[in-house]
């Protein structure tokens, strides 16, 4: 099974179950959970079910190409089923069939490994799949994200693409996978025709190339960018707020309104991925101090925030008329939960 | 008498969870039946990854009605003239029986009259489908989620469950899962349903059919599978590992084992490195060869029942090689850079926001490690303080090696490895630079309370100033552990602080070494948000005495009491403190101790209540004209006893001491009998109080005896 095959099976399996079979996101990211097809559409009551491709760029984890095991930019194959269904482990594991994987010929497990993301403010609890000895997926039931407590949560499954090709194909090296193979000819194109000299020329400019300052500069303006636009929302809200407590809401409300639904803030979230992927170029060229670190880490972590709290706000007028058909949970069954709550460790 | 038997299925708990919880969900079961008086025979636990379930054999069908007497009103309220009023009838009505039926009771308040109600008890079904899923809900789990509603948590999606009495489903509901009679087996091994017959042994082998083993039959198995699968390298024996093993019996259902194989150039790796991949990374356990070296092999753990095709092993001998590579990769890029040449390196690294770079540190553990050599060269212990000078400088350089960086389980091993391979100093003979490199390679031990102390005597000191230096700064900013709150495992560094010393036997006082290594960050950006040194020392040495507590009681085995008596004399010199310990232990069954116990604590009261009356004693007793003999007989023994027992007790002597002091009994016995202390002639007074303050210290410089608690007390 080539590279392509792998993606396009996993595609139709999960088109087949209901997921919009979305695009890569167009700007860089480090991981599949960046995107904003989960950043953000695992905020709110919405229900949702995607899959996509991401390609996922880690500057440090470069090896100019020369490490059979270690990308720069590795692809994630993401799923994101909200709410996740009560069968969602059994899913998964008939998507390995899927891919050929008879899983009576081989050893599978679930072990533990709880997902954060601190630059994200996002969590959750859940395992990583091993297949023979190998991760081949991550697989969470996210708890937070932006800081925000997700109700209904959803179930994410991050495959890795390249290691799950490598050990379809039986190869050793990354590079060996075969992307693609002509069906008349036969002939095959490997993943290292592809992407071998992206690997080798990102990896000098991340490791010896970018200019430090500029970095640093373009850090600084978008990350300003991307503040100025919170705080507009956050003003915008607060007006919104205002004039809900004064009795005569007519025309400027509705304006209101609209203003909010028509507010950039998917802009907002794409600066704030910018200052993630500099801060990346900028761990990865030795810039950042340890102590440095954590306040950089602070100040994406600050955007992500802002925008989730502001995301959760603006949808809560697109999903108004969706939302009336939820019934709310009966009262009495909310106070019987919280006699359960189990302490939390 | 039916079996009860409840079965939660769940998503895959994790592997370091799964005994103690279902260690906790058995003995809530217990408790609940005692509780409930359903108790009948035995109850045990049965657990997988996917599945916690108690099994209680023999529990009562019902609870057994219970009789209680209502009380209602006074008999001259009830009665009229023998006739029953109005309200008596109204009582008996509320009660449930006839007028007739009503007693009559005495009570201190007169006489009444009483009901005998029988209460209903409820059967066990009502009981369980009451109380079961209370007890699932409190199950603690270290880290736990939601899935359905915010307010139910639990460690993974729960998705069946299971409740029966005998062959009867009891109704109950716990997270929004309704009990039924259907388990589910191995996930692959079986077809996903496994309908239950009934609770007891039927459950148990509906399972095993269904590929699902419990916890004891688990680790046989793979025991026996490691075993097997060994046998075909002759000579050769896997390497006992509980806590792996533990682990792997928690990922499985149903396991079985493989051997693989790796190339062996990758044995000129680090035995080290290559077993840290192996354990920690991919849970293989290692095989050794008829010496005891590692053998390019290693045994996986499935969760399935074989391996026919060899699709599986083969996958794990990938999964390794590739680990292998990477772990060569790390090691031959590493070697460009010396760790003489990364010392300069720690500037950048962080050791803890307020306190510096490693760098910092490493300057400062220099210092306190030659402070400590010096005491060690007074006392002449053997010590190379050149080798700790040279080893503590590159202690820490190896946290800039890759090797680290992707093994951080390896750090100070992998700076001991490194320190042995590489030309540290031309000058320096080949016997000290593999000193340094083993100082180095041992500065984080003892890990834990198993783990081994360093080897040498230049390893004990950089270990014991690491870690000294680590605990006063974080105590000099605050940062005191308390309760379950340890971030920075100071406890765990102060625990290997004192089992160093006394392994070691080393003359250092605690105290004034902490005291030392405060010292160190004098002067430093730091001090500005230090806590004062009184507050310091008092927190630090509230801290030690704890650790060295634990030390003696749990790891040295000495009972409370003694303890606490040895270390209320004296908790600053570690070896010390166990020399007394141990003389205290062989003396305390003597009769005369208990009795110089209960001297002391009367001694204390008298002269705790001397002190609230401000009635203080004279500086040194004497003796006065008109004493009483006893008073002069006391006196007398101390004087003459009094020193022999100092001189034991200077020479470490302790037991002669201590042997020497159970004759103090007769006279202290005679003084108490027949001689009032708190009499009203002043001077008399003081001077006897006097003559029991020197008695008390003489009783407690080598134990507070007070804390002796008298036998069959404890």
Redesign the interface.
């Known amino acids: 099974m080539t590279f392509q095959e792998l993606i396009l099976r996993l595609q139709t399996f999960w088109a087949e179950r209901g997921c919009v079979l979305q695009q890569p996101y167009d700007v860089e990211v480090g991981a599949g959970t960046m995107a904003p097809e989960t950043f953000l559409r695992v905020l709110g009551p919405q229900p949702y079910k995607v899959a996509y491709v991401q390609p996922s760029r880690r500057p440090a984890d470069g090896r100019y190409g020369e490490?059979?095991?270690?990308l720069f930019k590795h692809m994630q194959l993401q799923v994101i089923l909200k709410?996740?269904p009560?069968n969602v482990?059994?899913l998964y594991?008939e998507s390995l069939g899927a891919i050929g994987i008879d899983?009576?010929?081989?050893?599978?497990?679930?072990?533990?490994d709880?997902w954060e993301a601190p630059t994200l403010s996002a969590w959750?609890?859940g395992?990583q799949v091993i297949?023979?000895?190998?991760e081949i997926t991550q697989f969470t039931?996210f708890?937070q994200c932006g800081g925000v407590?997700l109700?209904p949560?959803c179930a994410e499954l991050t495959y890795g693409l390249e290691r799950i090709a490598a050990?379809l194909q039986?190869v050793?090296s990354i590079y060996d996978i075969v992307w693609a193979r002509d069906p008349d000819t036969g002939s095959v194109v490997k993943y290292g025709n592809v992407r071998l000299a992206d690997e080798l020329q990102f990896s000098v400019y991340n490791f010896e190339a970018a200019d430090v300052e500029k970095t640093w500069k373009h850090f600084d303006l978008y990350e300003a960018e991307c503040k100025a636009l919170i705080e507009q929302y956050v003003m915008l809200s607060k007006k919104d707020r205002d004039e809900d407590k004064n009795e005569d809401k007519d025309e400027p409300a509705r304006d209101l309104v609209a203003e909010k639904r028509r507010f950039p803030l998917l802009a907002a979230y794409d600066l704030c991925l910018k200052c993630s992927h500099l801060f990346n170029i900028l761990d990865a060229r030795g810039a950042i101090?340890?102590?440095e670190r954590?306040g950089v880490i602070a100040r994406v972590r600050a955007l992500a925030v802002g925008i989730a709290r502001a995301w959760v706000d603006q949808q809560k007028n697109e999903s108004a008329e969706t939302a009336k058909s939820d019934e709310p949970?009966p009262a009495h069954e909310?106070k019987l939960?919280?006699e359960?709550?189990?302490?939390?460790? | 008498m039916p079996d009860l038997l409840l079965e939660l299925g769940c998503e895959e708990i994790p592997a370091r969870m799964i005994d103690a919880a279902s260690a906790e969900l058995r003995e809530r079961v217990v408790a609940l039946l005692n509780r409930e008086r359903l108790a009948g025979g035995e109850v045990t636990s049965f657990d997988t990854p996917r599945r916690l379930s108690v099994l209680a054999s023999n529990v009562a069908t019902a609870q057994a009605d219970v009789v209680e007497q209502l009380t209602g009103p006074s008999v001259n309220v009830a009665y009229k003239d023998g006739q029953p009023t109005p309200a008596a009838h109204a009582f008996a009505k509320k009660a449930g029986v006839d007028v007739s039926q009503l007693d009559k009771i005495t009570t201190p308040k007169g006489e009444y009259i009483a009901a005998k109600v029988t209460k209903k008890g409820r059967t066990a079904a009502e009981v369980f489908a009451d109380h079961l899923p209370k007890e699932l809900a409190t199950i603690y789990w270290p880290k736990n989620m939601y899935w359905r509603k915010p307010s139910e948590r639990f460690v993974r999606p729960v998705r069946w469950l299971v409740a029966m009495l005998d062959d009867q489903t009891i109704p109950l509901e716990f997270d929004g899962i309704r009990a039924g009679n259907n388990s589910r087996g191995h996930r692959i091994l079986s077809d996903d349903s496994v309908a239950i017959p009934r609770a007891g042994s039927a459950y148990v082998d509906a399972l095993r059919a269904a590929k699902v083993l419990g916890r004891a039959e688990r680790e046989q198995q793979i025991r026996k599978a490691l075993d097997s699968a060994t046998r075909t390298i002759p000579g050769a024996r896997w390497r006992e590992d509980k806590p792996l093993l533990d682990t792997v019996v928690n990922l499985t259902e149903f396991p079985s084992a493989i051997l693989g194989s790796f190339d062996p150039q990758f044995l000129a790796l680090p035995e080290e490195v290559l077993v840290t991949v192996m354990r920690d990374h991919q849970k293989y356990f290692a095989i050794e060869d008829t010496h005891g070296k590692l053998a390019p092999h290693f045994l996986a753990v499935l969760n399935t029942e074989s391996d026919p095709q060899s699709l599986i092993r083969h996958g794990n001998e990938r999964v390794l090689r590739a680990r292998f590579n990477d772990a060569r990769f790390f090691w031959e890029t590493d070697q460009k850079k010396s760790l003489l040449e990364r010392h300069e390196l720690l500037r950048h690294v962080t050791f803890q926001k307020d306190l510096g770079s490693y760098y910092d540190k490493t300057q400062r553990v220099q210092r306190l490690c030659s402070w400590l050599s010096e005491i060690l060269k007074q006392h002449e212990i053997p010590v190379r303080p050149g080798v700790i000078h040279k080893a503590a400088c590159l202690s820490k350089t190896d946290l800039t090696t890759e090797l680290v960086k992707e093994f951080t389980e390896l750090q100070g091993v992998v700076g001991g490895l490194y320190a042995r391979v590489q030309q540290l100093d031309p000058s320096l003979p080949e016997a000290t630079r593999l000193a340094i490199a083993d100082a180095i390679y041992d500065h984080y031990k003892p890990e834990s309370t198993d783990d081994d102390v360093p080897r040498s005597m230049e390893g004990a000191v950089l270990s014991i100033g690491d870690k000294a230096d680590t605990i006063a700064g974080m105590f000099a900013l605050g940062l005191v552990p308390s309760g379950s709150k340890d971030p920075f495992a100071l406890r765990r560094q102060a625990n290997g602080i004192v089992k160093i010393v006394a392994e070691k036997k080393l003359p250092l006082r605690l105290t004034e070494m902490m005291r030392d290594a405060h010292a160190g960050y004098r002067g430093s950006e730091a001090e500005r948000k230090f806590v004062s040194d009184e507050q310091f020392s008092q927190s630090i040495s509230a801290f030690f005495r704890e650790r060295l507590e634990f030390y003696l009681r749990d790891l040295r085995g000495y009972s409370y009491d003694v303890v606490k008596a040895v270390l209320g004399a004296n908790a600053d010199d570690v070896v010390d403190a166990l020399e007394r310990a141990e003389a205290v232990k062989q003396v305390l069954h003597m009769p005369e101790f208990q009795a110089i116990g209960a001297a002391c604590k009367r001694i204390r009261n008298i002269l705790r209540q001397a002190a609230e009356k401000r009635i203080e004693p004279t500086a040194k007793f004497e003796y006065l004209p008109d004493a009483a003999h006893e008073e002069k007989m006391l006196m007398a023994y101390l004087e003459q006893t009094g020193s022999r027992i100092e001189a034991h007790r200077r020479k470490k002597e302790y037991f002669d001491a201590l042997t020497l002091l159970a004759t103090s009994r007769e006279p202290v016995d005679a003084f108490f009998d027949k001689v009032m202390v708190m009499v009203d002639d002043a001077k008399i007074r003081a001077n006897r109080l006097a003559l029991l303050r020197t008695l008390l210290h003489e009783f407690s410089t080598i134990a507070d005896f007070s804390e002796i608690v008298a036998e069959g007390k404890s």
Not at chain 1, 67 to 70: A, E, F, G, L, Q
Not at chain 1, 103 to 112: A, V, W, Y
Not at chain 1, 131 to 134: F, N, P, V, Y
């Open positions: 490490n059979p095991n270690r709410p996740p009560e482990q059994e594991l899983l009576h010929q081989h050893d599978i497990k679930f072990e533990e709880n959750g609890v395992w297949l023979d000895g190998l039931y708890q407590d109700f949560i050990f039986d050793d101090s340890v102590t954590v949970e909310k939960g919280r359960k709550l189990t302490p939390v460790g």
